[in-house]
């Protein structure tokens, strides 16, 4: 496992400054490698759409824009899942989805949480998961996308009253970025084994002489940009765990690295955009400290293993819903990555965790993802917080904020704070709430404390874009519309303040003279963490400690739940 972390962290390394730099180019305008190939793909859209590429945006008509486009992505895909017995590629002859449960569908994959209360294999036809469901797969992380890179224009701007034109970022981030990596981790897949046909599912006759069921379609090609895009959504029920979603070792390391690829790069491309690159590897750094201490905290409770297995003799580690060709080994890697970003695609079972390595995976959540987050989400989201350090430090020493060279007042303060605490708000009201209904409680699988888990990394899961899952929690109606309402909520309310605040600092005139405070130090880099994590624990730790915390001290008494 530790050469296995260490070969995935170098690699990941080595990329982060190529990829920024093209990814600053390719929002620049500037010309790249693929741009004798794309740039009249890219024309032609503007063309075909009447787009002026020239024109800039304030930050409430690309507020509008981006909504707009949302509104109608969940739109559609909640209408081709309505009508899924009507359309074409559907061998299996599945009908359409129930209508909370398109709507649960539509807003997921709108969100990029791809949470699935289905199981792909036995619900969606090919037409739904390759023209549906992986065409959102594109447009929605490159409205996170677009988001990060209009945040970041805002702070290099002088006195700008537009914050960019959001078709334009769009449009790059899928045309340049998405597709691109997308088609070159494809094919990488389909050269490991994974399917990609549009054959019906074949029946194979076992050893023992009982059925099995074999995949197939085309899911390699769902697979690169469910990776890339921090979307998550798994073509079977399994997701990455499954033989053919995630066949051989070097298909999960290539899975580890596409989930991380595109918002570690971004650190550097915000450099970059600043034209300071020491305060995109402060962020690159903060994330990678937090993402190193889930790494190693997880694989060690996984290793250590249940202290009710240790009590009845059972020593060894925690192979209950642990893929035996990867183990437990290389499950604590996975469930870092899978939650440290918006993707959730492990190769092992959540609801199967030691208690201790399921909080690691909620508190992974439940601190934005910020390291190193969704495509786009994870920088906006970790500049958020760098804003608000600097904030706590110019009270400290009782000087007016500054983060490069604008001025953080109470408007900008403002919308940093909302953007903070919409989150939680929107996991903690639900889960509340859940726990109290008849209807939320009606579908757990377990009771006591492991059902409570259940509930609150459901909403976690949600808010933070996610996707993962306890599989202890089961469907109803309550929760299709409630985790909908909680994806919706998790993603735009953090938006929106985000895209008011890179108004606000677009507007400001830019001191290139170095601030009171430094924000390329190691002490500040610190201070971000701590801030961090305080604001995490604040909010989060006393619901965990009716959960997982609460959990793992009864099991040391002998208690299962």
Sequence with gaps: MIITALAFFAVLLVAVKPLGTYIDDVFAGRKTFASPVLRRAEALIYRLCRIDPLAGMSWQTYTFALLAVSLASVVFVYGALRLQAYLPLNPQHFPGLAPDLAWNTALSFATTTDWQFYSGENTLSYFSQMAV???????????GLAVAIALARALAAQKSVTIGNFWVDMTR???????????????????????QNFAAYRTATTLNGSTQTITGGPMASQESIKLLGGNGGGFVGANSSSPNENPTPLSNFLQLLAMFLIPAALTYTFGRMVRDTRQGWLVFWAMTTLFVAAVAAA??????????????????????????????SDAGLSL???????????????????????????????LGEVAYGGVGSGLYGMLTFVMLTVFVAGLLVGRTPEYLGKKLERREITFVMLAVLAFPVSILVPAASASVVPAG???????????????????????????????????????NIAIGITMLVGRYAVIVPTLALAGALAAKARNDVRGTIRTDTLLFGGLVLAVVI????????????????YEAVAQHGGRTF
């Design 534 to 549: 305080v604001v995490g624990a604040l909010t989060f730790l006393p619901a965990d400690a009716l959960g997982p915390v």
């Design 299 to 328: 694989s060690v409770f996984e290793i250590r293993g249940s202290p009710a297995m240790h009590q009845i003799g059972l020593a060894g580690g925690n192979m209950e819903g642990k893929e035996v060709r990867f183990g437990v």
């Design 133 to 143: 469901l992986a065409w959102q797969s594109f447009i929605a992380p490159a409205v």
């Design 336 to 366: 870092a990555v899978a939650t440290d970003s918006t993707v959730g695609a492990g190769n092992f079972t959540y609801d199967s965790l030691t208690p201790l390595a399921g909080l690691v995976a909620l508190v992974d959540m439940q």
């Design 173 to 195: 981030g899928v045309v340049y970025v998405l597709l691109p990596f997308s088609l070159l981790f494809a094919l990488a897949f389909v050269w490991q084994g994974e399917p």
């Design 441 to 479: 409680t009606a579908t757990l699988g377990n009771a006591g404390p492991h059902g409570f888990s259940e509930i609150i990394y459901a909403f976690s899961s949600a808010a933070a874009s996610n996707g993962s899952a306890m599989g202890g929690l089961g469907p109803n109606r309550f929760y």
